[in-house]
């Protein structure tokens, strides 16, 4: 009698086990919690971690006051020449190209604040491609970047190192909507096209570009080295790191030198103006802040338009300049 009852105790409790870990497993239960039910199966003890996150609005708050320029920055952009005689303009974008750019975004790209993911946009497009060029080309009759596009949502990451309590050593992850990333993209191919047609970045600059990398970066400097020892000169390197450089570039500074370049400026301005961010964290949204610096992060803009910022920077220094950067 106790033998039966024991095995039956036995097996009603293998059962429960199976159903419990089954349904965590299988009824869309979040990575996380996925993670807690897998280590608790293997017998490894979790670190609660959770009260010692900064709250989503002290995040946001750090992060957003990142988002100022250097009080001393100088406008260099007065004493360039006109570099360009033909100035850029848009084209409008056809239906082939909005189609080829939506069905090459990456579908694991996460939700913006519409709510809207890569995966749906491209199962919607046979209905929704009319009115996805018709916000395009309105965007560019008007000279301005719908105002919802600008929000992005930030998750802040641990950098692994330094304290959970301090917001600055957490990396804030912006997510842009999906539809702000298709119009970028349709404007990113364009610029460039215009960029190489003129020759406007410099041969100094190794990032986000094609065909140049932080290897070419390194070639170049090494090669550099090589030169002057066959003179029997010395080499000496200046090496110089911006720390969140994407959100200390003055934007007003920034257009003047595109205006230079003859980008046209009124959408730039658009685009780059009137951002705000808000930290998500769990199920917790905090509230939207006001950047007011920078280029977008988690933007596919963003980049070229760094790029352009210090293009000029050779032409007021004597010596060999090799630059680069990165989104991280």
């Known amino acids: 009698m106790y033998r039966g009852l024991r095995n039956s105790i036995t097996n009603d409790i293998r059962n429960a086990k199976k159903s419990y870990y089954g349904d965590h497993f299988s009824l869309g239960f979040s990575g996380r919690e996925k993670w807690k039910v897998l280590n608790e199966l293997l017998g490894q003890k979790t670190r609660q971690v959770n009260n010692l996150v900064p709250p989503a609005d002290k995040l946001n708050t750090f992060f957003a006051n990142t988002c100022t320029v250097y009080p001393d920055m100088i406008n260099t952009s007065d004493s360039l020449p006109n570099t360009v005689l033909d100035k850029f303009a848009f084209q409008p974008a056809s239906d082939d190209a909005v189609i080829k750019t939506i069905c090459r975004l990456p579908r694991k790209a996460s939700e913006g604040i519409d709510g809207i993911n890569t995966c749906l946009l491209q199962l919607s497009l046979p209905i929704t491609l009319p009115y996805i060029r018709h916000v395009f080309d309105t965007s560019i009759a008007t ?25 600055g050593d957490y990396r804030p992850i912006a997510t842009l909507p999906v539809i702000s990333r298709v119009l970028e993209k349709l404007i990113l191919k364009q610029v460039f096209t215009y960029m190489d047609k003129h020759s406007i970045l410099t041969d100094c600059q190794h990032a986000f570009r094609k065909k140049h990398s932080v290897e070419t970066a390194l070639l170049e400097v090494t090669d550099q080295i090589w030169i002057g020892m066959d003179k029997t000169q010395v080499t000496t390197d200046v090496l110089v790191d911006l720390s969140k450089a994407f959100d200390k570039v003055d934007r007003k500074i920034l257009l003047d030198k595109m205006t230079k370049c003859g980008i046209c400026c009124d959408w730039f301005w658009s685009y780059l103006t009137g ?52 989104v991280d």
Do not use: C, W
């Open 143 to 167: 000279n301005s970047f719908p105002s919802l596009l600008k929000k992005a949502i930030i998750t802040p990451i641990y950098k692994g190192k330094g304290s959970r309590s301090e917001p």
């Open 275 to 326: 951002r705000t961010q808000a930290v998500q964290q769990d199920d917790t949204l905090s509230e939207f802040l006001p950047t007011s610096s920078g280029v977008p992060q988690g933007s596919y803009l963003g980049p070229v338009l760094f790029s352009v910022y210090p293009y000029d920077l050779p032409q007021h220094i004597s010596s060999n300049v090799v630059m680069y950067a990165d």
